[in-house]
């Protein structure tokens, strides 16, 4: 049955990179990421919580069409707070919540798009890590360790998946 | 290449049924209609004429994710107004604009759903055709009658829709 694999983690953390190692390794999803989202559908919010909220509000809904009509997905998005979280649970019907487990100080050296730099410089506002909150790893969820090289991460990261499959087959 | 076909016109003109059977006949379409967009995605939006703009642009996000995934989409929602239309036709790359002639009379006489009845009454307000404004036709829109029995509809419909593949294969 069709499935979606909710990436939540701070900015940094891998979703993107990892779920375009899912697609490339199994096929057959299709990607939101924040990116594409932040562009288009969702261009008119910003990042004050109650953005974030109707921004997760309105992928929800996406990724219940997506797999209404037999299409998988993963998504990149921070998802800051558990309750965001525990709604994209309920609301979705085939869905597991993989959480990046990795340390702020490591998505800082990262920062491959240079935007803690300019979060900590207040460049830019309501940024997760810096002035706006990240929850940590809720009920249900999956825990992925990118700390680490990406290679551990790989074997780890496909024996998750592989479990979410056959729990959705 | 992945395409969309956008139907036009008013409540009760037939643009649900015409996305079935454009679905059943062809296959391999995503049917994208106000009962789904506004129970669910769009359901933050009523019916004034701004409310109808976040709707459709939305859509046509929405529209434009499934296209650059590979996948065809039909969509079924009034688009009363022609500047609308025409921002469907710009920011949809492959996308066709398929407008049901029809006339408000035989939308009223039909009224499946037993809108017209309550728009008239006052029961609803900002109702296409009744309280709200529709425009005709505009440029670059195919035209397809649905005044008469659905049997001659269906041979100028798939006519139509064979035209709009061959012009994105």
Known sequence: MSHTIWLTGLSGSGK??????????????????GDILRAGLNSDLGF?????SENIRR??????????????????F??????MRRKVQIKIENCSVISML???????????KGLY?????????????????????????YSLYTECPIDVTKLE??????RIQKEYE
Chains 1, 2 share one sequence.
């Open 48 to 52: 004050s919580i109650e953005d974030r």
């Open 78 to 83: 921070i998802t800051p707070l558990r309750e």
């Open 16 to 33: 993107s990179t990892i779920a375009e190692i899912i697609k490339k390794k199994y096929g057959g999803y299709v990607i939101l990421d």
């Open 102 to 112: 990795i340390s702020l100080d490591e998505c800082k050296k990262r920062d491959p």
């Open 59 to 76: 992928i929800i809904e996406l990724c219940r069409i997506l797999n209404e009509n037999g299409i998988n997905v993963i998504t990149a």
């Open 157 to 162: 990261l496909f024996d998750i998946v592989e």
């Open 117 to 141: 730099k300019k979060a900590i410089s207040g460049e830019i506002k309501d940024f997760t890590g810096i002035d706006s909150i990240y929850e940590n790893g809720g009920p249900g969820e």
